[in-house]
């Protein structure tokens, strides 16, 4: 069960490292840093074939471990797929659902919302990430696609199963970059709200503000502290500088500063 009183910091691997001795290694050198900092939740995201034996390595409920994606239905010819169920089994306590190189590779908003109800059905937690390809200020489309991909994804889902969901937002124009590409943390404040304002909407503002939100979109050690404090978000989805130990060990250092 992920401590939502805590900072949740999402290590997202993405299809890396290269084998499973590597991982082993990465996971290794990270928990001896996650498993010191009470005000942490640390959430590791490896490719889901390393799960059975990264799990093996660590116990407790200071390191939780996710799939990156599932497939909706729970068995049958689906080549390729793994259902919620499949990952439950192999330790997984999560899953992200919607990421925007997912979305990039021809996931709609549909198998989105049903990759939602499957997760909740399952008992895990979905990470649900959405995020607009570009900004105008003028116009506030990116407002309206936000609003778009929040509905679709959450519409019909019932109050009690938001307390399974976290929404991590990751603006596409600033993942896979530099700190100074981030966002600034008072234009992510200002998001945070909004995200918060449309899901207040449907759901209700007590269960809405339960809900946490994470940044996602080039964190590195000197950004995290900022956009934590100052963009008001409940944690972070961090890509590249998770495949670090020293990097991602600084994140989760500065997370237990400001909490
Ligand atoms: C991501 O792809 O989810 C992500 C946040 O990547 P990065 O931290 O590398 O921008």
New binding site residues.
């Given amino acids: 069960m992920i401590s939502v009183k805590k900072k949740i910091i999402v290590a ?1 691997w ?1 299809m890396n490292p290269v084998n499973i001795a590597a991982a082993k290694k990465l996971f290794t050198g990270i928990k001896e840093i996650a498993r010191n900092l009470s005000k942490v939740q640390t959430i590791i995201a490896p490719p889901a074939p390393y799960l059975s034996e990264l799990t093996k390595l660590y116990k407790g409920h200071r390191i939780l471990f996710s799939g990156q994606d599932i497939f909706w239905e729970e068995k049958g010819s689906f080549t390729g797929e793994i259902s919620g169920t499949m990952l439950k089994d192999l330790g997984a306590a999560c899953v992200i659902i919607g ?3 997912r979305r990039a590779r021809g996931e709609s908003n549909e198998d989105i919302h049903k990759k939602i109800q499957a997760v909740l059905q399952t008992g895990l937690t979905a990470i649900l ?1 959405i995020g607009e390809s570009d900004r105008d200020h003028k116009d506030g489309t990116h407002l309206a696609f936000l609003t778009s991909q929040l509905e679709s994804a959450l519409g019909g889902i019932s109050k009690g199963k938001l307390s399974k969901v976290v929404i991590a937002y ?1 603006p596409i124009w ?4 530099s700190k100074d590409d981030a966002m600034k943390p008072e234009e992510l404040h200002e998001t945070v709200l909004f995200i918060k304002k449309v899901v207040t909407n449907s759901f209700g503002k007590s269960a809405a503000f339960k809900v946490p939100i994470l940044y ?4 590195e050690k000197d950004n995290a502290g900022t956009l934590l404090t100052e963009g008001m978000v409940d944690g972070l ?5 998770s495949l670090s130990v020293r990097e991602f060990g600084d994140i989760l250092r500065s997370a237990q500063e400001v909490s």
């Avoid at 989805?237 to 500088?241: D, E, I, K, N, Q």
Wanted: hydrophobic content about 30%; charged content about 20%.
């Fill in positions: 997202n993405k990421h925007s190189e990430c990751e600033a993942i896979g970059k996602g979109g080039s964190v989805l961090v890509g590249h500088a």
